[in-house]
């Protein structure tokens, strides 16, 4: 096999595995372990005033019951505020079990362990936990209002409060010849995946040491976390992320209460202990996101270019603020997109709610800003009676002005400068894809049979693979076997496939002998995590640099071996070789042995290695260095690689039903140079078909109770095969000039731009502007009514334009 | 307790289990099997579909009472002692998944669908697989990987 395989599009090296049902996700690990189950609050807020556990002690098998009283010391401290942003002037977080106050529904309130689950959910059931039920903060308005305060000490309910500012956008917009004011809105959705969380934990009393199992994206900090909370030394704590069945984002959150609960009590009892979160909790006790209102007033000239953009948003971040506020903080500087927005004023109010938490699901506050843009990029063209594309040229940063700096304070607290892309090229393309100019011809057509169709195209520039860090190790083993290892986490990526692509093209070996490990931090301890699309550019380019030293190494060693210069020697197929003259070689796994001076041999191998096997210098000592083929690095960019993409979208929505249904659905996008083509484009699907699932179908319904009405698989509509169209994608590559790999981010790229997609789409075929996603066939129904009776808004095209474009609900569709 | 007998994966297993044990916790926690997945838990998502007597079933909507004495295939007996089957390999070959959590419940019900149908449409085969969740892969290459596997079949078959 070749070993030039960065570029590939090779087959996954996990599937195997996971095909067979040999994966080892959280569930299937400890067999013998006791159970772990939770009684929840089914108040969004209440005062807990008795909590009787009587009933449940005659359940047979049942081990331990903990309130918070139980919690000795950091245990019943609140949880840990991950990321404390200086606006987030009023963060608050939860107890790992509720105390005296629960503020959503689902916060954990007893902890139950017992010989298996069953046995444990049994004593659950019978434990009276007596609430005083106190009014409920329920969605942005509400909470706005603040008649009604989540916590007593945070006035107005508001967290965080923060202003970025670029030029003076007021004014600019006062003086502007065009000005249009609107608002826009998307709902909670959630990460959701397939397997919820889950922690399994073991406490070694003879070696006081603890092992944790967890399906998280941060292994290597919810180790920290536990140590710092349990007072072990770091030393003695080690935890492994096994397969974990998706993540996008929701088990980047940590600790969850349950992973300091389920390693405390395991220590306590001196047994195995297992938490496996079903899908009703992980509705109502893990993470949502998306929530946010967004108040838009834009200034711009005769050819749409924008003067000054002034954005207020409402984020809702729900009942505590573990992950801090990055969320809006995304949404306030990835909102201008492959823009220059002239002036820019960005202002948001995090805001409490009774409600579920609100932290990062992939895209990441990015869908919300690209909502916000290209909304109002579709406003200013209809505004002007021009063509959405050339409002959009009109306002591109242009491929000469890279690097580009947009003046604001990117999620990492580094500048926001964009390092590379090229727009107009890409927004050309886009339009030749989905046939953006022939369209008036195909809706004309469509027309004539009786039937709506719209188009709509949308914008986004991605900031990904932001730092502090991430690192790699390799090792070539005396076999020949490479090992790698980066302690960031996999939910799925295929990272044992690229970083072995990686591996097999910068040290010249066979892939077959390339193994990776991810997420364990008994091979490597520092890491950051996977998330903002930073798995890649982040552990990718750090293996690279270990793998270049180990390279370097081992041409070192290779060379006094053969006697040769190490600038005249190659790797291929793992044997290192004088340049031209194949009969001058040696194995790596030869240099492996020599790399590691020996006094004593255990086999053939390691006799070569022996003090009386090599010769050299008596003069100098054996070991030049450090022993064996190994190396480490760690690659830490100066700011984030800016990743970007179009989406196109033609959709026919049905005049009776108002049903909504994807007629095309394309996706260019630019991740810089790519490691393995066919894994990005899975990435891309599937983050496609989470914003289609955003667009049409997926949220959060809540009651003014704060009940979430539809926690379930049954009530929350995840698209199936049936709701996801048919994907075209085409790639571009333009690389980044911030990595050695020139590489960019591709994960969560899929999703952004989404709901902007469709909502163009949908009110280029209704003529009624869209300004709140998702969009379901009864809300688009509901629009046609208001739109009728004056309520809800037609875009100018559509005034202008007669039926059949404007025919009103209710009036059948006339089909030729 | 219950003594429960099935024959799993051609074998015949044995374990006691109480009443109310789901066939999906029986497979997973008391066979050991856990190549099964549950997803859900009411019957939505597909993660936890086995084939029983040859049917796809929801293996966390039924008590493993019920299953006893029938013949039982999940995930793990797909293969055989020549390696994956064609369903299998066709969704290593399209990049038919991601994380792989959903992965078994698509392999039974790609299986036995396309024992009933071998050389089916478009339309059918998304209608194939609509009863089961992906949050990875947006389907489109589970699609692609269904074709790929009647095409694989068809020249085992062949042969
Ligand atoms: S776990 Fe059985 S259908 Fe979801
Ligand atoms: S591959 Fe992850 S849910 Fe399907």
Same mark, same amino acid.
């Given at each position: 096999?070749?070993?030039?395989?960065?570029?590939?599009?090779?087959?996954?090296?996990?599937?195997?595995?996971?095909?067979?049902?040999?994966?080892?996700?959280?569930?299937?690990?400890?067999?013998?372990?006791?159970?772990?189950?939770?009684?929840?609050?089914?108040?969004?807020?209440?005062?807990?005033?008795?909590?009787?556990?009587?009933?449940?002690?005659?359940?047979?098998?049942?081990?331990?019951?903990?309130?918070?009283?139980?919690?000795?010391?950091?245990?019943?401290?609140?949880?840990?505020?991950?990321?404390?942003?200086?606006?987030?002037?009023?963060?608050?977080?939860?107890?790992?079990?509720?105390?005296?106050?629960?503020?959503?529904?689902?916060?954990?309130?007893?902890?139950?362990?017992?010989?298996?689950?069953?046995?444990?959910?049994?004593?659950?059931?019978?434990?009276?936990?007596?609430?005083?039920?106190?009014?409920?903060?329920?969605?942005?308005?509400?909470?706005?209002?603040?008649?009604?305060?989540?916590?007593?000490?945070?006035?107005?309910?508001?967290?965080?409060?923060?202003?970025?500012?670029?030029?003076?956008?007021?004014?600019?917009?006062?003086?502007?010849?065009?000005?249009?004011?609107?608002?826009?809105?998307?709902?909670?959705?959630?990460?959701?995946?397939?397997?919820?969380?889950?922690?399994?934990?073991?406490?070694?009393?003879?070696?006081?040491?603890?092992?944790?199992?967890?399906?998280?994206?941060?292994?290597?900090?919810?180790?920290?976390?536990?140590?710092?909370?349990?007072?072990?030394?770091?030393?003695?704590?080690?935890?492994?992320?096994?397969?974990?069945?998706?993540? +996008?984002?929701?088990?980047?959150?940590?600790?969850?209460?349950?992973?300091?609960?389920?390693?405390?009590?395991?220590?306590?009892?001196?047994?195995?202990?297992?938490?496996?979160?079903?899908?009703?909790?992980?509705?109502?006790?893990?993470?949502?996101?998306?929530?946010?209102?967004?108040?838009?007033?834009?200034?711009?000239?005769?050819?749409?270019?924008?003067?000054?953009?002034?954005?207020?948003?409402?984020?809702?971040?729900?009942?505590?603020?573990?992950?801090?506020?990055?969320?809006?903080?995304?949404?306030?500087?990835?909102?201008?997109?492959?823009?220059?927005?002239?002036?820019?004023?960005?202002?948001?109010?995090?805001?409490?709610?009774?409600?579920?938490?609100?932290? *990062?699901?992939?895209?990441?506050?990015?869908?919300?800003?690209?909502?916000?843009?290209?909304?109002?990029?579709?406003?200013?063209?209809?505004?002007?009676?021009?063509?959405?594309?050339?409002?959009?040229?009109?306002?591109?940063?242009?491929? #000469?002005?890279?690097? !580009?700096?947009?003046?604001?304070?990117?999620?990492?607290?580094?500048?926001?400068?964009?390092?590379?892309?090229?727009?107009?090229?890409?927004?050309?393309?886009?339009?030749?894809?989905?046939?953006?100019?022939?369209?008036?011809?195909?809706?004309?057509?469509?027309?004539?049979?009786?039937?709506?169709?719209?188009?709509?195209?949308?914008? !986004?520039?991605?900031?990904?693979?932001?730092?502090? !860090?991430?690192?790699?190790?390799?090792?070539?083993?005396? #076999?020949?076997?490479?090992?790698?290892?980066?302690?960031?986490?996999?939910?799925?990526?295929?990272?044992?496939?690229?970083?072995?692509?990686?591996?097999?093209?910068?040290?010249?070996?066979?892939?077959?002998?390339?193994?990776?490990?991810?997420?364990?931090?008994?091979? +490597?301890?520092?890491?950051?995590?996977?998330?903002?699309?930073?798995?890649?550019?982040?552990?990718?380019?750090?293996?690279?640099?270990?793998?270049?030293?180990?390279?370097?190494?081992?041409?070192?060693?290779?060379?006094?071996?053969?006697?040769?210069?190490?600038?005249?020697?190659?790797?291929?197929?793992?044997?290192?070789?004088?340049?031209?003259?194949?009969?001058?070689?040696?194995?790596?796994?030869?240099?492996?042995?020599?790399?590691?001076?020996?006094?004593?041999?255990?086999?053939?191998?390691?006799?070569?290695?022996?003090?009386?096997?090599?010769?050299?210098?008596?003069?100098?000592? *054996?070991?030049?260095?450090?022993?064996?083929?190994?190396?480490?690095?760690?690659?830490?960019?100066?700011?984030?690689?800016?990743?970007?993409?179009?989406?196109?979208?033609?959709?026919?929505?049905?005049?009776?039903?108002?049903?909504?249904?994807?007629?095309?659905?394309?996706?260019?996008?630019?991740?810089?140079?790519?490691?393995?083509?066919?894994?990005?484009?899975?990435?891309?699907? #599937?983050?496609?078909?989470?914003?289609?699932?955003?667009?049409? !179908?997926?949220?959060?319904?809540?009651?003014?109770?704060?009940?979430?009405?539809?926690?379930?698989?049954?009530?929350?509509?995840?698209?199936?095969?049936?709701?996801?169209?048919?994907?075209?994608?085409?790639?571009?590559?333009?690389?980044?000039?911030?990595?050695?790999?020139?590489?960019?981010?591709?994960?969560?790229?899929?999703?952004?731009?989404?709901?902007?997609?469709?909502?163009?789409?949908?009110?280029?075929?209704?003529?009624?502007?869209?300004?709140?996603?998702?969009?379901?066939?009864?809300?688009?129904?509901?629009?046609?009514?208001?739109?009728?009776?004056?309520?809800?808004?037609?875009?100018?095209?559509?005034?202008?334009?007669?039926?059949?474009?404007?025919?009103?609900?209710?009036?059948?569709?006339?089909?030729? | 307790?219950?003594?429960?007998?099935?024959?799993?994966?051609?074998?015949?297993?044995?374990?006691?289990?109480?009443?109310?044990?789901?066939?999906?916790?029986?497979?997973?926690?008391?066979?050991?099997?856990?190549?099964?997945?549950?997803?859900?838990?009411?019957?939505?998502?597909?993660?936890?579909?086995?084939?029983?007597?040859?049917? *796809?079933?929801?293996?966390?909507?039924?008590?493993?009472?019920?299953?006893?004495?029938?013949?039982?295939?999940?995930?793990?007996?797909?293969?055989?002692?020549?390696?994956?089957? *064609?369903?299998?390999?066709?969704?290593?070959?399209?990049?038919?998944?991601?994380?792989?959590?959903?992965?078994?419940?698509?392999?039974?019900?790609?299986?036995?669908?396309?024992?009933?149908?071998?050389?089916?449409?478009?339309?059918?085969?998304?209608?194939?697989?609509?009863?089961?969740?992906?949050?990875?892969?947006?389907?489109?290459?589970?699609?692609?990987?269904?074709?790929?596997?009647?095409?694989?079949?068809?020249?085992?078959?062949?042969?």
């Amino acid at each position: 096999m070749s070993t030039a395989l960065f570029g590939e599009p090779i087959a996954r090296r996990e599937d195997p595995r996971l095909i067979t049902g040999q994966g080892r996700y959280l569930d299937d690990l400890g067999g013998g372990a006791l159970e772990a189950a939770f009684v929840r609050s089914p108040h969004a807020h209440a005062r807990i005033t008795d909590i009787d556990v009587g009933g449940a002690l005659e359940i047979e098998g049942l081990v331990a019951i903990y309130t918070w009283e139980d919690l000795p010391g950091r245990v019943g401290e609140p949880l840990p505020l991950l990321i404390p942003h200086p606006a987030l002037t009023h963060g608050r977080t939860a107890y790992p079990l509720a105390r005296d106050v629960v503020r959503h529904v689902g916060e954990p309130v007893v902890m139950v362990v017992a010989r298996d689950r069953y046995l444990a959910e049994d004593a659950a059931e019978r434990i009276r936990v007596t609430y005083e039920p106190l009014p409920p903060v329920v969605g942005i308005e509400d909470a706005a209002r603040a008649e009604r305060l989540v916590h007593d000490d945070v006035p107005g309910n508001a967290g965080a409060h923060l202003v970025q500012e670029v030029g003076d956008a007021p004014g600019a917009i006062a003086s502007a010849p065009h000005v249009l004011e609107f608002r826009l809105d998307i709902e909670r959705s959630a990460s959701m995946p397939l397997e919820g969380r889950g922690v399994y934990a073991r406490w070694d009393a003879d070696d006081e040491s603890l092992r944790v199992y967890s399906s998280t994206q941060t292994s290597t900090s919810v180790r920290m976390a536990i140590a710092a909370k349990l007072g072990l030394p770091p030393v003695k704590v080690e935890v492994i992320a096994p397969d974990v069945g998706g993540g +996008f984002g929701v088990k980047i959150v940590h600790p969850w209460p349950e992973e300091v609960l389920v390693p405390w009590a395991a220590r306590l009892l001196d047994r195995e202990i297992k938490w496996t979160e079903d899908r009703r909790e992980h509705f109502v006790s893990a993470a949502h996101e998306r929530a946010q209102v967004h108040f838009v007033r834009v200034g711009f000239d005769d050819e749409g270019r924008l003067l000054g953009l002034d954005v207020r948003i409402q984020h809702d971040h729900g009942a505590y603020t573990p992950y801090g506020i990055i969320v809006p903080i995304i949404t306030s500087t990835q909102l201008l997109g492959p823009y220059k927005p002239g002036a820019y004023r960005v202002e948001f109010t995090s805001l409490y709610t009774n409600t579920v938490i609100v932290t *990062p699901y992939r895209g990441a506050g990015r869908p919300q800003g690209v909502f916000c843009m290209e909304r109002t990029m579709d406003r200013i063209a209809d505004e002007l009676g021009i063509d959405r594309t050339a409002v959009r040229a009109a306002n591109f940063v242009q491929p #000469g002005e890279f690097p !580009y700096d947009q003046g604001l304070v990117f999620q990492d607290g580094r500048p926001l400068i964009y390092d590379s892309g090229d727009y107009p090229e890409m927004l050309r393309r886009t339009k030749e894809l989905i046939g953006w100019d022939e369209f008036g011809d195909r809706r004309a057509e469509a027309e004539r049979q009786g039937r709506r169709i719209g188009i709509g195209l949308a914008c !986004y520039v991605e900031g990904t693979g932001v730092g502090p !860090y991430e690192g790699g190790h390799v090792e070539i083993d005396s #076999g020949g076997r490479v090992h790698v290892s980066t302690g960031l986490t996999s939910q799925g990526q295929g990272h044992q496939t690229v970083f072995a692509q990686i591996t097999a093209s910068e040290l010249g070996v066979p892939i077959e002998d390339v193994t990776v490990t991810t997420g364990d931090t008994r091979r +490597f301890a520092y890491a950051v995590g996977t998330f903002a699309s930073r798995a890649a550019v982040m552990s990718g380019n750090a293996i690279a640099l270990a793998c270049r030293k180990v390279r370097e190494k081992a041409l070192r060693i290779a060379g006094e071996a053969l006697e040769a210069d190490p600038r005249d020697l190659e790797i291929v197929d793992g044997v290192v070789r004088v340049k031209g003259d194949a009969g001058s070689s040696i194995p790596l796994r030869t240099v492996a042995v020599l790399s590691n001076p020996l006094r004593y041999a255990f086999d053939e191998e390691t006799r070569r290695a022996t003090q009386f096997a090599v010769g050299g210098s008596a003069d100098t000592p *054996p070991l030049t260095g450090e022993p064996g083929l190994e190396g480490e690095d760690y690659y830490s960019p100066v700011r984030s690689t800016f990743a970007c993409g179009m989406h196109a979208a033609i959709v026919e929505t049905d005049p009776d039903t108002a049903e909504v249904c994807i007629l095309r659905y394309t996706v260019l996008h630019d991740c810089g140079r790519l490691i393995n083509p066919r894994i990005v484009e899975g990435q891309i699907h #599937g983050g496609v078909a989470q914003g289609v699932g955003g667009a049409l !179908y997926e949220r959060m319904v809540y009651d003014e109770a704060g009940q979430l009405l539809n926690a379930s698989f049954m009530d929350f509509l995840m698209p199936y095969a049936t709701e996801v169209p048919a994907i075209e994608t085409g790639h571009m590559e333009t690389p980044s000039p911030l990595n050695p790999l020139g590489i960019k981010g591709a994960g969560e790229a899929g999703v952004i731009p989404v709901s902007a997609v469709i909502a163009a789409a949908i009110e280029d075929a209704e003529g009624i502007r869209v300004s709140r996603m998702p969009i379901s066939p009864s809300e688009l129904f509901h629009l046609r009514l208001e739109a009728e009776s004056g309520a809800a808004e037609l875009t100018n095209r559509a005034r202008s334009h007669p039926a059949p474009l404007r025919r009103a609900a209710g009036e059948a569709g006339v089909r030729e | 307790m219950h003594e429960i007998t099935m024959t799993v994966n051609g074998v015949p297993r044995t374990a006691s289990a109480e009443a109310r044990r789901l066939l999906s916790d029986f497979l997973r926690h008391d066979l050991g099997l856990t190549g099964t997945h549950v997803g859900c838990e009411h019957g939505v998502c597909g993660c936890c579909t086995v084939l029983l007597d040859g049917e *796809p079933v929801r293996s966390c909507l039924m008590f493993a009472v019920t299953a006893a004495g029938h013949e039982l295939t999940t995930v793990e007996g797909l293969g055989d002692a020549g390696g994956m089957s *064609p369903v299998q390999r066709a969704f290593q070959e399209c990049h038919g998944l991601q994380c792989g959590f959903c992965t078994p419940g698509f392999l039974c019900t790609v299986t036995a669908f396309l024992r009933e149908n071998p050389r089916p449409g478009d339309d059918e085969v998304i209608e194939a697989v609509s009863g089961n969740l992906c949050r990875c892969t947006g389907y489109q290459n589970i699609l692609k990987a269904v074709h790929r596997a009647a095409v694989l079949i068809a020249e085992e078959d062949a042969q």
